[in-house]
């Protein structure tokens, strides 16, 4: 199976906050990208195209848009477990699961560093095997495919980046419904007194887990234009 190592990585980095070290870097990527050629050379451009045009806005601005995007809103959180637990109490155990698979593999993160934010699940991913990174993302590809939908409906050029992704997981980057966004600190408000539970978030009762890391075949990608 073709190396997608490299291509997780750069990934990682066009998701990271564009700050000016983060910025500095870009011109590097792309010929880290074209030598692993484990995305499409369409995808390719797409990616080259977001970078450039990130890279002509006003560092300041560049920093606001992408707080905009992916701060300001559940639909487009980076937080995967956000998309599966909202703010239940399901969340910590999956994050300290999710920490001791790390570990397992010798990633330790940082104490700011959350074990659920895409940018680290893909450099988790950078340093398994390429079946073994395929697997553990493919099974997310139905959150990937809700944050690029919802990337999609607000016209953010970042979905190009969650359409590369789910490529490298083997799956077609596919348009779903995106039901009215709501803040985050909508979803996170207490619920009024003796209103009863907020479930907003929240799975029913008997409910499945949708996030599970095993391995299995996918699907091949398609393309998408930002």
């Known amino acids: 199976m073709k190396p997608i190592r490299y291509s997780l990585r750069v990934l990682s980095q066009l998701l990271s906050y564009p700050e000016a070290g983060v910025r500095q870097q870009w011109p590097e990527l792309w010929p880290v990208l074209d030598e692993e050629a484990a995305l499409s050379p369409a995808r390719r451009t797409e990616l ?3 970078a450039t045009h990130l890279s002509r806005l006003d560092p300041m601005d560049a920093e606001a848009r992408y707080v905009e995007t992916f701060d300001r809103g559940r639909a487009t959180c980076l937080h995967l477990f956000e ?3 909202g703010d239940s109490r399901d969340r910590g155990p999956a994050m300290i699961d999710l920490t001791k698979t790390y570990e397992q593999s010798g990633l330790y993160l940082a104490p700011e560093e959350l074990p659920d934010h895409l940018c680290v699940v893909l450099e ?18 139905h959150i990937l495919n809700a944050i690029f ?7 953010s050029p970042y979905a190009v980046v969650l359409a590369a992704v789910l490529e490298l997981a083997g799956h ?3 348009a779903v419904a995106i039901a009215v966004d709501e ?12 209103d009863g539970c907020s479930t907003r978030g929240q799975a029913r009762p008997g409910d499945a ?3 599970h ?9 398609s393309g998408v234009t930002p």
Request: aromatic share 8%.
């Open 48 to 50: 080259q195209a977001l």
């Open 83 to 85: 998309h599966v637990h």
């Open 124 to 141: 988790f991913a950078s340093t398994q095997t390429p079946e073994v990174a395929k697997a553990f993302l493919g099974e997310m590809a």
């Open 149 to 155: 939908s919802a990337l999609l409906k607000r016209e």
């Open 172 to 174: 077609r980057a596919q």
């Open 183 to 194: 803040s985050l600190d909508e979803s996170w408000s207490e619920p009024e007194a003796f």
């Open 209 to 211: 887990q949708p996030m």
């Open 213 to 221: 890391f095993v391995r299995k075949t996918s699907t091949q990608s």
